[in-house]
């Protein structure tokens, strides 16, 4: 049941609800099967070539890497870009971020938050079966001035359109700059989630810092309270 003082729990969605390394990867195994199909290129050896480039020095330039290797014109890369951008990811939900959204799902209105091409973003969002675990999902680059998070109006139309307030509400991202003083700056609480096994992350002002999502409903209770009506009225 709700609460009569709302509140929500926002996310941001790379590498907070999900790895962003299983969408390279899907893009990856996407664009091996059009190499495949239109070049007559070993896929396997697509795949590995890819992988090992995204691996090493060459991260980032993985396609130019590939296109190299099959001895293919440089000038298809913005075809393989449009590969990835363009494919059905397969993701799947990871257990904690499951385990989170459906333990505050009964008190918590649940709100993402993405920068990102809203296509693509639309496309990672109902391939993790998100659509029946949040109440909304605001598509960051849509909005304002069109810039993203970490301006205002991102965090704000999530708000508004959960019906909370700012102080209501609790943002859970993975970056300091765009999640963490981007959320921080309009009045929300803020979580950051940092990757697993990483020694030292640096400060970043957060109200709570996680490893896991698996922590986060005990860790909302703390950061936004139940206020009740009665504890006004005496
Ligand atoms: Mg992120």
């Given at each position: 049941?709700?609460?009569?003082?709302?509140?929500?729990?926002?996310?941001?969605?790379?590498?907070?609800?999900?790895?962003?390394?299983?969408?390279?990867?899907?893009g990856f195994?996407?664009v091996?099967?059009?190499l495949?199909?239109?070049?007559?290129v070993?896929?396997?050896?697509a795949?590995?070539v890819l992988a090992r480039a995204c691996?090493g020095a060459s991260r980032g330039r993985e396609l130019q890497v590939c296109v190299a290797h099959f001895g293919l014109s440089p000038s298809i890369v913005s075809a393989l870009v449009q590969v990835i951008?363009?494919?059905?990811?397969?993701?799947?939900?990871?257990?904690?971020?499951?385990?989170?959204?459906?333990?505050?799902?009964?008190?918590?209105?649940?709100?993402?938050?993405?920068?990102?091409?809203?296509?693509?973003?639309?496309?990672?969002?109902?391939?993790?079966?998100?659509?029946?675990?949040?109440?909304?999902?605001?598509?960051?680059?849509?909005?304002?001035?069109?810039?993203?998070?970490?301006?205002?109006?991102?965090?704000?139309?999530?708000?508004?359109?959960?019906?909370?307030?700012?102080?209501?509400?609790?943002?859970?991202?993975?970056?300091?700059?765009?999640?963490?003083?981007?959320?921080?700056?309009?009045?929300?609480?803020?979580?950051?989630?940092?990757?697993?096994?990483?020694?030292?992350?640096?400060?970043?002002?957060?109200?709570?810092?996680?490893?896991?999502?698996?922590?986060?409903?005990?860790?909302?209770?703390?950061?936004?309270?139940?206020?009740?009506?009665?504890?006004?009225?005496?």
């Amino acid at each position: 049941m709700r609460h009569e003082q709302p509140k929500a729990v926002i996310f941001d969605l790379d590498d907070t609800l999900y790895p962003l390394r299983r969408f390279v990867h899907s893009g990856f195994a996407a664009v091996a099967d059009h190499l495949a199909d239109t070049w007559r290129v070993d896929r396997r050896e697509a795949i590995g070539v890819l992988a090992r480039a995204c691996r090493g020095a060459s991260r980032g330039r993985e396609l130019q890497v590939c296109v190299a290797h099959f001895g293919l014109s440089p000038s298809i890369v913005s075809a393989l870009v449009q590969v990835i951008r363009l494919h059905a990811p397969s993701l799947r939900l990871p257990r904690a971020s499951r385990f989170a959204l459906e333990a505050l799902r009964p008190d918590w209105y649940i709100g993402v938050v993405t920068n990102g091409l809203p296509d693509v973003q639309a496309r990672k969002v109902d391939a993790l079966g998100l659509r029946e675990l949040v109440d909304t999902v605001v598509y960051a680059n849509e909005v304002g001035a069109g810039d993203g998070k970490p301006d205002r109006e991102p965090f704000l139309e999530a708000v508004r359109r959960l019906g909370v307030t700012t102080d209501r509400a609790m943002f859970v991202g993975d970056d300091a700059r765009c999640d963490v003083f981007g959320a921080g700056q309009v009045g929300m609480k803020t979580v950051h989630v940092t990757r697993r096994g990483r020694a030292h992350v640096p400060a970043c002002g957060a109200d709570a810092t996680i490893t896991t999502l698996a922590v986060l409903p005990a860790i909302a209770e703390r950061l936004v309270p139940d206020l009740r009506w009665r504890s006004y009225v005496a």
